[in-house]
């Protein structure tokens, strides 16, 4: 069975594949016959581009996305094996996965980290239930440690902006927040930079490393296409000739379990907010969206030309067309 | 105008129709043609399975399934006649039901059993409200007191499993649970096995009887096809050749008002959670789900291979899909 | 890029345009080709009418409607320029709208009166947001100030009561509430009954006067059809050979800033409920709906054959075919 779930494990050149796919697909907009096909979407959490172009995809191309958030309007899902279930989720992954397969082509699932252990995390029990109890395709719409789907979009993204990749700069900017956020996206966002064989800046305050286990995924293909894998911590300015700065906020692993000291030192890291003097010439601004104004990135640098938040985001219903388009080709 | 409402009031020979064409649509994997057909169902709870199964089967036949819950996203609905509307409920079912019947085809309601009352919930307010003022079709998606597509479902699982059901062992095993729930899948799955001319054990404490009103509708129909009807209180073992474990929970109309003794009377029942150890080598498990693992059903059971839980749920797609046939036909 | 958002700066020319192609779809039962379009509509309050009949008008016309509700599902968005986004707001409409309009067709946007201050809702930030950002056209799904569409579906109900409208007489009859409600509905009330020629009476209890700016342009549409618009005051009855009775609350804008004693002036004003002796034998009775009976309007007036509310209701759906057949043309 089909399944779209581990960014870690794909190879580059199915990667490539599903790009040159989402390129296609941009280019001529035109899309894949997905008549008669059925998206089911699950969703742990509150989302706007990934509900809506997974929706807008499947209805462009003839077929359907039906969406369902657990604990409203459907049951709150346990994921747990082997628990007592008289707690407030009435209905186990086990029946709720089985049960949906029959009834759609495709499932996918937004799971989110619980920030509330980097072990815990880590387990990816929810996309792990989907993997194992669907018996129809599955596709990650992100989960605790990965986005792959924003993984591709970011991808396509940097190849309309900087043309060729391979030797340019990408720094991944940590950004602060209100509260912690989880490792998903930067996490993909260094795979992506990693196999487009850029020069890697990973930026961000002492303590807030991303998990050693993608860190060292990361460096390995950098490794591999010859390119370089830096870390700082001074937030001051950007690395000279940054070609993409991309921003995100995550949250320090190590303190996870004291949400207060987190908050504490959230308030005093609010100096690395991405302002319009950071952003060079020639270097162009990526966010997942959503941004928090003035908190993240400043009103200046999100308005700013070379701000591409907006085609990043755009790119993620075409990169989603090209995943489809594999998940219910029969190859 | 057609209404497939009430469970009780259904001809055997019009049920084995629509299980006819559900047993049908399912063998030959087509679907009737609901091109330009829109089914707007309102959920005054939540759903998974109906939910899900409406708006994949009205897909898969190339209509549309519009669906709204009262209270969330849509307005919350009153369906007492009379009273001064000054609390939380701002809109009426006499407006709402009469202006969703100019939007759409057909209607689908999913009431809810209060708890409150069983004399209350005999009357089915809001499902009377849809039957009144609806001016297109009307499907009930479980009521206070009946789940007649369930019924359906079941009975094409039952067919499944056993081949003749006629003659054979049905047993509605009640089961333990954190809170009181409906009547409505026990009356439904009764009525099913009835219909079925199956032998039916009615396994329950003492005091968790079903209404008496459809414990002698199930009972003269039960006698009409040369059937028996059996009660027992005993929780330790299903009687001899049960080739059908029907397990449900349900609360104990007696103590709807006093749901502190509910609560306490449902931890002292305890022992009747449903064991790998009960299923005898030819008995089936079912269950209409949601089910809490090891409050209800044991992991040993739900996952054993006798229990099939899964395609029962599976068929509440293609029994619907014989409703929606019959609906929507000009007969 | 084509916008329906203002129903102030509509000319008369085009609203006829508009209630033609409804009229047209209505007599016909036939539908504008939508096939392959998408609709996004983004919901800031509760829906049942607005929400279903775009998406069944969408559906009937082989497109798809996509409905978001700011803060429950997907984000809850921030309006505000400048602000710093500390709060329990995660996005920017800056973002949002650009995005969406990456995504879909055509974007709907229904916000809501702070009924906070008169003055803030006059700006109608969110509306004016999506007005901006968006990259494809906009349909205001009602705004503070406005309801275009249902101006629409109103003028096209006056017409099938009363024939011709010209000459004819409209009251805009306040009623009581349980609490303040915006100015929407009362100012596109007025607006239709203006561009149809008739003759206004604006009944309300002193204080309860529509936004001054509305009420001029409003009086200067009367005196340009040779119309004339009556104030009252006064409770009772209705004023003689009144054609169609508006029945509408709204809050008193000089209470705004303190609920509490609106709270108590709009008790004091419960003997404004509209009762059916004040119906007389050829007046018609609307209002948009949701109504609370027996607090607004009395069962006696709603169950009335006068009552022309679910009428009035429908033709939401004829009218917004009106307005998505001109802003998918490519005219």
């Given amino acids: 069975m089909k399944q779209f779930t ?48 997974f929706e807008a995809a499947m209805a462009r191309s003839g077929g359907t996305a039906l969406s369902l958030s657990s604990g409203s309007g459907t049951w709150a899902f346990e994921s747990e094996l082997g628990v007592r279930m008289d707690q407030d989720k009435p209905e186990h992954l086990k029946e709720a996965v089985r049960v949906m397969s029959r009834y759609v082509d495709a499932l996918g699932v937004r799971s989110f980290a619980s920030l509330g252990s980097v072990e815990e995390d880590a387990k990816e029990k929810v996309l792990s239930a989907f993997e194992e109890y669907a018996t129809v395709p599955v596709v990650s719409l992100e989960s605790a440690f990965e986005h792959p789907c924003q993984m591709l979009a970011d991808m396509m993204t940097v190849q309309e902006l900087v043309g060729v990749p391979r030797g340019k700069n ?42 050693k286990g993608y860190e060292n995924w990361v460096r390995s293909i950098s490794h591999e296409k010859g390119a370089t894998f830096t870390r700082i911590t001074e937030p001051e300015r950007l690395p000279e000739d940054t070609n993409i700065v991309y921003v995100k906020s995550w949250g320090a692993p190590s303190l996870y379990s004291t949400p207060a000291r987190q908050q504490e030192e959230l308030r005093k890291l609010s100096t690395w907010m991405v302002r319009e ?55």
């Fill in 6 to 53: 581990r960014a870690k494990s794909l190879s580059g050149e199915f990667i490539a594949d599903l790009i040159e796919r989402a390129h296609a697909f941009k280019k001529s907009k035109k899309y894949p016959n997905l008549s008669g096909k059925i998206l089911g979407n699950v969703f742990f959490n509150p989302s706007l581009r990934t509900k809506l172009s």
């Fill in 170 to 211: 990408f720094c991944l900017r940590w950004a602060p927040h209100i509260k912690a956020l989880p490792l998903a996206v930067p996490h993909s966002a260094l795979l992506a930079a990693a196999h487009l064989g850029m020069n890697i800046t990973l930026a961000a305050p002492e303590g807030y490393d991303i998990d």
């Fill in 277 to 331: 003097q950071q952003l060079q010439r020639d270097s162009y601004l990526m966010h997942c969206l959503p941004v928090r104004r003035n908190v993240v990135v400043s009103d200046g640098a999100l308005d700013h030309r070379n701000s591409k938040v907006i085609d990043q985001a755009e790119n993620r219903l075409w990169a989603q067309l090209g995943v489809l388009d594999w998940i219910f080709s029969e190859e």
